[in-house]
């Protein structure tokens, strides 16, 4: 597997990691909990027909501690913004899981066409008292690792830190980021009002869950599908939880490509 390039853009008063590689028609791809630490065999699948192009939210792996300078949703939708224009996405299609989800949502609600075609992976955004989603940050790590993920090697494939001791500790360090980051944006269940906005997607969208996702569990499908305008086509993988790029890299991405070039 050959390395993406990588460059650097100025989002939100700190630098952002931009990542591209592939040929074809554009794909932004932003990673949910814990971002991209490295390039995935799922971003690896999708650059085979799009070129895909993965942005580092502010506090994320590859992004610089501005997070803790974003205040308010408002603000990090925004940051999004920035991030994606920056990033040459503006009309592009985007595939957003997790937390990034929620944003890449309201980017779509709020800037008509920004995006071009919508993939909402296990995404945060909506939640219901009588069936709330899982607080993964009322866990310990090993809980929290659990509830992410149906695949734990492959997670920890994709989450391992490097051999060498101190570049393991600057790891660490960055995974802890990354967590402050989406507890930032979505404390505690990801309300954030996107219920009320929800109707402004117009833009064809793809919700793409994993079978065994404990934390924004299948059945915010229908809720999501409901509130959507436009178009929506809605794809179950099995054997995937929260994480169901990581789980299931080659499932996800044939449900991506084959939603976007219908």
Known sequence: ???????????AGGPCRIWEKGDGPLLGVLPGLGGAPRWSPF?????????????SLPGF??????????????MWVSATLDLLEAAGLAGADLAAASVAGMLAADVA??????????????????????????????????????LQTARPDRYAEAFAPPDDEEESAEFQILQYRAAEAAARIFWPFGERGLAARLHRVRSPVL????????IVQTR???????????????????GAGHQAWID?????????VTFLAD
């Open 220 to 238: 915010y499908i229908d809720r999501f599908a409901a509130g959507l305008a436009g178009p929506v086509e809605t794809c179950v993988v099995p």
């Open 1 to 11: 597997m050959s390395s993406p390039s990588e460059r650097t853009v100025e989002v």
């Open 207 to 214: 919700l793409l869950w994993g079978a065994e996702d404990r």
């Open 43 to 55: 971003f690896e699948e999708l650059s085979q027909s799009r070129r895909v192009v993965v942005p």
């Open 109 to 146: 609600a709020l800037a008509p066409g920004m995006v071009r075609r919508l993939v909402l992976t296990g995404s945060f955004g909506l939640y219901d008292n009588d069936d709330p989603t899982a607080n993964v940050f009322a866990t310990t790590t090993e809980e929290a690792v659990e």
């Open 61 to 74: 792996p590859g992004a610089g501690d501005q997070h803790r300078d974003i205040d308010g949703h408002l």
């Open 248 to 256: 299931e890299p080659e499932a996800c991405a044939s449900a991506v």
